[in-house]
RNA sequence: UGCCCCCUGGUGUAAAGGCAGCACAGCGGUCUUUGGAACCGUUAGUGGAGGUUCGAAUCCUCCGGGGGCAACCA
């Protein structure tokens, strides 16, 4: 991956490529912090991949953190699974894996640094209490009495919580933020809490845990994690987590030391269509006997995924091609299908099945003769060697799908009188249909082309259907499961009602009495088939043996016959209608506004007569008058910025359309320069002085570093140029550079002037009158 | 209902104010001893309305839609 280009970077790359290039980290560390209470699914290894992939591309360190501070819920055993599951996927975390419970003695001396420093408090109220006092996200919360309890009665108590004095809910401690935040989880939010409970991995040495907000990041910070990724759910919880790193690094440089200063970003979790990811859900699957276990083929879980025959290649692949963004969505499960069949394509050699037997007799083929037909494992177009020696005798199996007593349009597999290629071996023709008494097929009597050997034709003639068989004196039976998807419904935890009762009856069939050729007896338990025409298999870890094969489908080929046999279906119409994006259609779409209306906005008596002065006096448009009227520091800036003489309506842009996008994450207050400057700023554009385009160049470098707007222009080298006599030489230029586009400009094209005027604007270092240079342009293009 | 995040073809995404591109799916074709794979071609998109700008998917405003937050879970 390509880190010094941030161009193609998924958001989160493009932010850690620009801390590289700012030289912000040496090398970046990021984490993946499961909670040891479940099995790993598919969409942890999105978050897995990304953070490793992450540290891997950039040469840093990935850990593999349990976020084990809840003791109630979690467990042993799912450490080990997880473990598991992160190194399948390839993950490389280091030799072990690493446990938020050995932070805990850290996680508790920084509490009490926080308790000295008056930065949280023991509540002694109820849950009900202290629920009731956090308000609404319409009503500020209110203190508890406890609030202003002195630092010493603080840390008293939070000592002997410490000490396992009070029972469970007597006590929490309590950061002290502010009670009438916006964000309801800046209200004072619980950082540690009292739970007589045995950790599985400190035992009994805690009777008190910290809560997430406060434990995740100090985890972080002790490991020095650079970027912390987390799914978009933990947007709120960032200005928690940044309130506790800031607290540690004055608490860590206070004892000489030098803090880390990790970063939280959000990114949406990967949802696949067809699949549940909820523990709770998947459990009552497990439970209630509807799957065979988590590692059921047909789970989402990394377990059953593996067992399905999924390799972590595939799953890779998969989420690299989906990349990452902060939108929710739910996957198409094909593209899923597509990575795995396209790593599978080249990994699985082809082997052959028949899932439904029927018996085929060769019958001009000499009884009792075998013979050995050498089958490659792999196609044409799989750059790979080897094959294996496939028997042929007087009686065959194919697939009862491949004969058709009345074949319809298109079909060329096998049908009375016809002929067809048996794979590797012989061109056969069918002369003879056996039925039963209750006219059920038989058995197919047919002859054999022997100059046909190996399937080809010498003769030249033109044999369209090639199918697979098995010698019936030399094939094995063995049992094949066909998995599906599990849910007949793409959203199953959205639907109405119970969850199962969308589940797909048919997402298992057992196939008994397949019959699969000799060689693989004997491979190893997982190794992966294509079996051909069919799809990609692998044996059954946990079940197949030599004696007794089974094999799971991962999944199946891609079928352009079936779809267009399906098309050509009575009326079957599209597939089922995909659930829209977003019911954003809201058909009726009502009422388009000339003028977008003001909202309701609180304003002061004197900031209200501003509004009114703007729109009124300075003959702003309404929603400028709005806007700048809506906050003091704004319309602060905007009198001073007035007050220089440029015209109202240029220093409004200003304010209102230029300077937010430079501003970046400051506030107008902390700007450090005055209206003065921005007023300006608009006078030099007003009269020309400098381009719009220069003038954000300065305003850029103002709201760096400050400076006068004039004097910046003389630095920057910005004073526009709007001599046509110097600005023609260079659309000539790049005219000349570009001349495809030019032709495609003439053509048509006409969004090329962009480009263009782009390309002169850049030449010119930025400072030529760009209304000039693109009328120019269009000059030159005959436009 | 307050605050926060988000919205680009059917789907997942790219484009740092300057050519709306890639992949899957679809459709059509080539090739083929897998109705597989590969290859070629092709359909289709910036939620809406205003504004700023020479130029807007990108910046501003409003509207619409989706998601999150009022656990002593994470």
Redesign the pocket.
Known sequence: MAYA???????IR?IVA?DL?AGKYETIVTRF???P?GYLHIGHAKAILLSYGIAAETGGRFNLRF????P??EDVHYVQSITDSVRWLGADFGDEPLF?ADYFGQMYDFAEYLVRQGLAYV?????????EA?????EPGRPTRYRDRPVEENLDLFRRMRAGEFP?????LRAKIDLAS????L?DP?IY???HAHHYRTGDAWCI?????Y??PVEDAIEGITHSLCS???????AVYDWVIDHWQDYVRGQGGTPARPHQY?F?R?EL?YTITSKRKSLQLVKGGYVSGWDDPRMATLAGLRRRGVTPEALRNFWD????????????I??L??AI??DL??RAP?VLCVLRPLKVTITNYPEGQTEELDAPF?????PKEGSRPLPFSRTVYIDRD?FMEMPSK????LSPGAEV?????YVIRCDHVVKDDDGQIMELRCSYDPA??????PDGRQ??????WVSAEHGIPCEVRLYDRLFTVPDPE?EEGDFKDHLNPDSLVVVQGAVIEPGVRDDAPGSRY?????GYFCSDVVESRPDALVFNRTVT????????AE?GAAGSGPKPE?????????SE?????????????QRSPELEARRARYAGELGL?A??A??LSRELATSELFEAALAVGAPA??VA?WV???L??EQGGRTTENLPFSGRELGELAALVEDGTV???GA?QVLAEMVKNGGEPRDLVASLGLQQVSDPGALAPIVDQVLAANPA?AD?YRAG?T?????????V??QSG?NAN??L??QLVQERLGG
């Open positions: 280009e941030r161009e193609g970077l998924d958001f493009a620009e290039r912090p499961p909670e209470n976020d084990d501070t809840n109630e819920t938020a509540d002694s109220s109820t849950d009900e209490e202290i629920r956090r308000g609404t996200v319409t469970d809910g007597a006590h929490v916006k964000n309801m989880l209200r619980l809490r009292i739970r845990y910290p809560l997430y907000d434990a995740h978009l759910e933990f947007d709120n919880n960032r959000e949406a990967g269509e091609r989906m990349g990452v963004a902060k939108f929710n969505s739910r996957i198409d094909g593209k299908e597509f069949r396209d394509n080249t082809r792999w196609p044409h177009d799989v491949d298109g079909f060329h597999r290629r048996l794979r590797y071996a046909t050997r190996g399937g080809g034709t044999v369209k259907g090639t199918i697979q959205a294509q079996f051909e025409r069919v080929l891609r079928d352009a016959w079936a779809r267009a098309k995909k659930k829209p994006k977003a019911e954003r259609a809201a779409a009502p009422k388009p506004r000339s003028k977008a209306p003001a909202p309701d906005v448009p929603e400028e709005d806007l309506k240029a842009n209102i359309h230029e937010p996008r381009s719009v385009t954000r586009k495609e094209k969004g090329l002037l962009g480009f263009f005027v782009g390309q604007m850049r930025g760009p209304a240079v693109s």
